[in-house]
């Protein structure tokens, strides 16, 4: 399982746990028990414009047909989750609904271009709810930062959207059509994220809906919050990796000031021994009293990590006395910060 863009599972991500498991559950079903109903989930554009039946433009987009479909979206949602932390529940749906809706009117239109440009006809297209998937790279691309965390022949970097990235690559290879529904989502999250023609206003979910959902079915999908509790096996190792960094970056910083303030002592007792042999004193006295003045900025405590960056991390899924501990070991860094979170 990939977990590179966050920690704490699905903890505030109601909506992720259910497209988790719902759709998983009924692809499940219809490949091994129910294989004759698959006929009811097919996306078949080609009956949608000659037969009028706009209803498989609902079934056909829900279900993934295909397995290896179901499983790579599943992980692509599963690191999706830090998004709907981000972004919160309501909004995080507004999006994947505006999407879905815009990804349908978009796939007909680029199946009617294929047509006209290339001449080839698109009667089916991969079912499931990947259009949205595929649209959720946007604000990945955008929002989530970017942790650099190795590098391939000392030139190509590994960052924690690394994997993300080829999940998303194996998905578009499952299948010849998959490009049209990939960049039907890709196109739809730039209008919703762009809010070409108040699609935002448009197509979003409404306060009452979303409290009404809220009280009835958030309370079956939400997770309750991970409780820190001392990691075994493979965890511990880099658990304390981590934590050694912390603390040896934390002796650094106080074996700077320390050699800092031992250098100070040595230069004033020097000054002092030539000032009491020759009578320099007037001449030494205001050069101490500057170095006093420069060296006080590094004697001052350091700052407390702003609010700001302290939400952005929380909300990413991290508690706050880690993020607190994390800021403060890399003196309010947050890209190294995120990276220290990331190790965990």
């Known amino acids: 399982m990939i ?10 991500a109601p909506l992720s746990k259910g497209l988790l498991l719902l759709p998983s559950a009924l692809s499940l079903l219809l490949a091994f028990l129910f294989q004759q109903q698959q006929s009811y989930f097919v996306y078949n554009l080609q009956a949608i414009k000659e ?152 197509l979003c979910v409404p306060n009452w809906v979303a409290k009404a959902f809220s009280q009835t079915v958030e309370p079956i999908f939400s997770s309750v919050e991970p409780v820190s509790e001392a ?11 981590r934590q050694q960094r912390i603390e040896l970056l934390d002796q650094q910083i106080m074996l700077s000031q320390l050699s800092q303030i031992g250098r100070r002592r040595q230069d004033q007792i020097f000054i002092s021994f030539l000032g009491g042999i020759f009578g320099w004193n007037r001449f030494f006295q205001p050069l101490r009293q500057r170095r006093a003045v420069n060296h006080a900025e590094p004697q001052a405590p350091p700052p407390p990590a702003p609010e700001e960056q302290v939400a952005r991390l929380m909300e990413m899924g991290f508690s706050r006395a880690d993020v607190l501990t994390a800021l403060r070991a890399s003196n309010n860094d947050v890209n190294l910060a995120t990276n220290f979170l990331l190790q965990r």
């Open 3 to 12: 977990a590179s863009t966050g920690s704490s599972g699905l903890y505030k």
């Open 51 to 202: 037969s009028f039946h706009v209803w498989k433009l609902i079934s056909g987009r829900i279900v993934c047909l295909d397995l290896k479909d179901t499983f790579c979206s599943s992980l692509l949602i599963y690191n999706f989750r830090t998004l709907e932390r981000r972004f919160g529940s309501q909004k995080f749906t507004s999006y994947l609904l505006g999407t879905w809706i815009l990804s349908a009117l978009f796939d007909i239109l680029l199946v009617q271009g294929v047509e006209v440009v290339a001449g080839l006809t698109l009667s089916t297209l991969p079912s499931g709810f990947l259009s949205p998937v595929f649209a959720l790279f946007v604000p990945f691309y955008c929002s989530m930062p970017r942790v650099p965390l190795a590098h391939i022949f000392g030139w190509l970097p590994i960052t924690n959207k690394t994997l993300v990235y080829i999940v998303g690559l194996q998905l578009l290879a499952s299948s010849p059509y998959m490009l049209v529904v990939a960049f039907s989502g890709v196109i739809s999250g730039l209008f919703y994220s762009k809010d070409v023609l108040n699609v935002c206003q448009v």
């Open 231 to 241: 990691p075994v096996g493979m965890g511990a190792t880099v658990d304390i990796q």
